[in-house]
């Protein structure tokens, strides 16, 4: 290996590490997430498809222009273009034109058209959004999850270090005689099971990283590094009423807006169905001229090209009718298809509103039953502490065996872990709650 290559591979190296160590928030978190995510990039594609689209509606105003040319060698006995003779010899003509045609009327076809598209296109940016909101909810999740196995972890670590301080009391009083051999085997039994929990709790905390990192699409790395506090819970917090959470919700959620939007749009797609069973009215204009080798003046030599191409001009300018009488009532079909699609529509929206409804019903639901579960944790954490406390000074002066406080270990230690866990079930619900009232939780554009 040459010094250059050692030197970039260090430099490699020191970076990756350097980036692993960063410390992360969840802000900082959903942000990269949302700039790396491949779906949220197919979204966006198709927005811009969508946008392409509503431009080309626009551009559909235009006349149509459109020029032709042909280049013909004629073998054997044929018609004279120029003169209509039949002629038995071998020639070749030029035919050019160019016709432009505008459309007047269409029974608004394309008006209606590109008010469609547009609201297809408000419809596709609210589904970025939406997109990027279901990520940022998905990224906060699993952050919490860490958060909670991180506790976990520090929670099974703290019954180590008890499990291990009672293990050094008992070795010494066995040395000293003051207690039996085996109140040691249970005091190393209750030791090993503790050091085992930790091992399964780190397990669990390393798998919940390896889902943020996948949900955040971080390959480079294979462990991440989270702000270490969080901001308290407030000491008092207070349940939403449901309607007006629901009117503050229904006013800016993307999901319900886009269906919105394509509610307008399938209403202008079906009056540019009906539009086609109107007459159509345009205005037509056009440009021609040819070139015949069969085309001599009067001594026999050929008519020069330019001659030709100026003397035989023809212009043309007019309009254009047209009754759609009969075509198997496809255009009828058309319209009863496109009004059932806009029913549909219509009865799609009705369903997200009532999704939506539901959700913030069951949201608020779950926040008062946390509420009522938290205020209990705490109380339950502080009585299994103190019953642990009294546990641990009866033990060290022989009034309770090995088993008794083995068991207000674990009660306490159950204790610890369901108030953390409802302590983050509650800050995300209550983080979910301020979305849907409209608070800046994620930092999305």
């Known amino acids: ?82 003169t209509n003779d039949y002629v038995n010899t071998e020639f070749f003509s030029n035919n050019y034109s160019l016709s432009a045609n505008m459309g007047l009327f269409q029974g608004f076809q394309k008006l209606n058209s590109i008010k469609a598209s547009k609201f297809i296109l408000k419809a596709t940016q609210e589904d970025v959004l939406q997109e990027k909101f279901l990520l940022a909810f998905r990224v906060m999740s699993a952050f919490y999850d860490i958060k909670f196995y991180e506790g976990l972890v520090a929670n099974s670590l703290e019954q180590q270090e008890i499990s291990q301080a009672n293990y050094d009391l008992v070795a010494k009083q066995v040395e000293l005689g003051i207690m039996a051999g085996a109140d040691l085997y249970e005091a190393e039994s209750n030791l090993l099971g503790d050091k085992l929990l930790v091992t399964q709790n780190r397990n669990l905390l390393t798998n919940a990283k390896l889902v943020l990192l996948q949900e955040m699409n971080l390959n480079e790395v294979t462990d991440i590094t989270l702000q270490e506090t969080l901001e308290p819970l407030p000491n008092e917090i207070e349940s939403a009423p449901l309607d007006s959470l629901y009117e503050t919700a229904r006013g800016f959620v993307p999901l319900v807006k886009s269906q919105e939007y394509r509610v307008s749009a399938a209403k202008k797609q079906l009056q540019a169905a009906r539009g086609t069973l109107y007459p159509s009215l345009s205005l037509v204009a056009g440009y021609g001229t040819s070139y015949f080798e069969t085309n001599v003046d009067e001594n026999g030599n050929i008519i020069p090209f330019k001659t030709q191409f100026n003397d035989n001009t023809s212009k043309f300018v007019g309009a254009e009718l047209s009754i759609p009488i009969s075509n198997g009532w496809s255009n009828h079909s058309r319209v009863k298809q496109q009004k059932i699609a806009y029913l549909q529509a219509q009865n799609n929206l009705k369903i997200q509103e009532q999704e939506l409804f539901q959700l913030l019903q069951q949201l608020v639901q779950t926040n008062q039953a946390l509420i009522a579960e938290y205020e209990q944790s705490n109380q339950k954490v502080e009585a299994q502490q103190l019953a642990f406390t009294i546990a641990q000074k009866r033990y060290e002066k022989g009034l309770i065996n090995a088993l008794d406080l083995f068991q207000a270990k674990n009660l306490y230690g159950v204790a610890q872990n369901e108030n953390l866990q409802v302590g983050l079930r509650l800050r995300v619900n209550k983080s979910t709650i301020d979305f849907y009232s409209g608070l800046p939780i994620f930092n999305i554009n």
């Open 1 to 82: 290996m040459n010094l250059r290559t050692y030197i970039t591979g260090l430099l490699f190296f020191v970076a990756i590490s350097g980036f692993s160590q960063e410390t992360w928030t969840l802000d900082e978190c959903v942000a990269y997430a949302i700039e790396h995510n491949l779906q949220v990039k197919n979204t966006n594609y198709n927005r811009d498809s969508s946008k392409e689209t509503y431009r080309q509606s626009i551009r559909d105003l235009l006349p149509s222009v459109g020029g032709y040319t042909d280049y013909r060698i004629r073998y054997g006995r044929s018609a004279d273009p120029n």
